[in-house]
């Protein structure tokens, strides 16, 4: 028998999104579940949050875990896809 687990579903903020998923990273470092993350508001990703985003799929990939992305919008999947960090999550429409 197996269980399915719910995905823990984080909203990011747009004006804080290094601040937003360094508090990702907290929190999946506490626990053993998946994460969805909503980037539906987020228009642009900086250089900071490109490393936290880094360390979030290292802590996902150490945890076995899956980390999921969730209204990414284009321009910001460029900056991922650039930073070759589009093979270590999963994205959702």
Do not use: W
Request: charge should be positive; aromatic fraction near 6%.
């Amino acid at each position: 028998m197996t269980m399915t687990t719910v995905p823990a579903y984080l909203e990011i903020d747009a004006d804080q999104v290094s601040e937003s998923l360094q508090r990702v990273c907290e929190k999946l470092t506490a626990s053993h579940d998946d994460v969805c993350l909503d980037f539906a508001n987020v228009r642009r990703i900086g250089p900071d949050s490109l490393k936290v985003m880094e360390k979030l799929a290292g802590l996902a990939e150490e945890k076995a875990v899956k980390a999921s992305l969730r209204g990414v919008n284009v321009n910001v999947y460029r900056v991922l896809k650039l930073a070759r960090l589009t093979s270590r999550f999963s994205f959702l429409s």
